[in-house]
């Protein structure tokens, strides 16, 4: 025999207007950041690496006493962010977050932990690409543009903070362009945000409302809170294009050298502002020439941003890459110009020319470095007591055992005022700094 329940009508009609109000007040609180979380977050991944250290053990005294200070290897893990911008399993991250790894895997939001290997990292710009392989394709997220970011508008990160996965967190942006300096490197074009942001969160996407990609994370104040740094998506973009090609970015070739712009240079030069760099030379053939820029212009903007000093326009012009069209501002004659410059990579033919004007050598390749064959008199090189004779094994740590190691290590240094050069002389090697 079977039971039956009665409802009366009045019953029936509140429980069905209350799963009305609730439906419709879930649906009022999905709100854009929500939106943007929902659509964005299976892009997002945990990044974990393993580095391999070793440490001298003195901890064991009978060890210590017969054998001496023991080597010891030990793992240590580490952790990060990074987001998936191509079904195919392209993730990009910081390079930080990968640095020395001997082993890197990813976690991804559906929980699946897979191994990934470096298509091509960069110290410089704090990027990196990596690579996984999974059966099918997979979520990832739009990467967006940075150019027409507006102060205040609302910013959303995701990441792992402290080993949190899938924590988001909701700002604005801050300001556009900060400079940052870690130790003896600095780091340009950052977008300022206080969305939170902490360890962990490295290499995880800023997001806009629009669920668009339009920051990499990157760097945070420790003695600060709510000051993040994230770099801008354009710039993403373009290191990302160079690390998938080639491994590697590409120095690019500007041709402009500046100096700090005093008051009374530029007062002299009609210049009423306190920020800009001026340019002292501009080198023959060279992409700043080919676009107009003249000796004593004033460089005012990149991009979107203004100039604050030679520095700030000398770490710049490092960070841009080859064939990447930029906008600058310049003050000529009591006017303000707008240039457009496209580098170009550095032509391999000028690079005895470049060692010889900065630094005074000649060099020649041999089987096992560079030989020198001439030192100019009054150089770089000469005030150091290089000589004819002598051989240059590696620079900046690189070996130059052929030509092209040799014009690719310059090349490589031509954006650094110093170049480390590890010289043979007969049986003795030794290091030398030069300006460059």
């Not at 709100?31 to 070793?54: C, F, I, L, R, W």
């Not at 310059?410 to 590890?422: D, E, H, N, P, Y």
Request: proline share 4%; charged share 20%.
């Amino acid at each position: 025999m079977g039971v039956e329940c009665y409802m009366p009508p009045m019953t029936s009609h509140l429980l069905l207007l209350t799963f009305s109000l609730v439906t419709s007040d879930v649906a009022n609180r999905r709100n854009q950041v929500v939106q943007v979380v929902e659509k964005v977050s299976p892009a997002v991944v945990y990044v974990g690496t393993v580095q391999v250290v070793e440490t001298r053990a003195r901890n064991r005294a009978v060890d210590l006493f017969f054998f001496g200070p023991q080597e010891e290897r030990r793992a240590v893990e580490g952790l990060g962010s990074g987001v998936i911008i191509d079904p195919s399993g392209l993730i990009v991250t910081n390079d930080h977050v990968i640095r020395g790894a001997s082993e890197i895997h990813v976690v991804l939001a559906d929980g699946r932990q897979l191994n990934a290997e470096v298509i091509g990292s960069d110290s410089d710009a704090d990027l990196a690409v990596l690579k996984v392989n999974a059966r099918g394709a997979l979520p990832a997220a739009k990467l967006g543009t940075s150019s027409d970011l507006m102060i205040g508008e609302t910013l959303i990160a995701i990441g792992s903070p402290l080993g949190l996965k899938k924590t988001v967190t909701a700002g604005v942006l801050s300001a556009l362009g900060r400079t940052v300096r870690d130790g003896d490197r600095v780091f340009n074009d950052f977008l300022q945000t206080d969305a939170s942001i902490n360890p962990g969160n490295s290499g995880g996407p800023l997001l806009n409302v629009d669920g668009e990609v339009v920051g990499i994370n990157s760097a945070i104040i420790a003695s600060a809170q709510n000051i993040g740094f994230a770099i801008p998506a354009d710039k993403v973009r373009r290191i990302v294009e160079e690390l998938k090609q080639f491994g590697k970015v590409r120095p690019a070739w500007v041709g402009l050298d500046v100096r700090p712009l005093t008051m009374e240079l530029a007062k002299r030069l009609g210049w009423d502002r306190t920020y800009g760099a001026i340019i002292s030379s501009i080198e023959e053939g060279s992409p700043a020439q080919t676009a107009g820029f003249q000796r004593g212009d004033i460089v005012t903007q990149v991009g979107s941003t203004q100039v604050e000093s030679a520095d700030d326009l000398s770490s710049r012009l490092r960070g841009l890459t080859a064939k990447s069209t930029v906008h600058f501002g310049v003050f000529r004659g009591g006017q303000e110009l707008a240039i457009n410059l496209t580098p170009s990579e550095f032509p391999h033919a000028l690079v005895d020319t470049t060692v010889w004007e900065r630094l005074g050598l000649r060099l020649k390749a041999t089987g096992r470095g560079m030989h020198v064959t001439s030192v100019r008199p009054n150089s770089n090189a000469a005030e150091v007591g290089l000589a004819p004779g002598d051989v240059v094994v590696r620079i900046n740590q690189q070996p130059v055992t052929s030509v092209e190691a040799y014009r690719e290590a310059i090349i490589q240094a031509r954006g650094k005022r110093s170049v480390l050069l590890l010289v043979q002389r007969g049986k003795v090697g030794y290091y030398l700094t030069l300006p460059f």
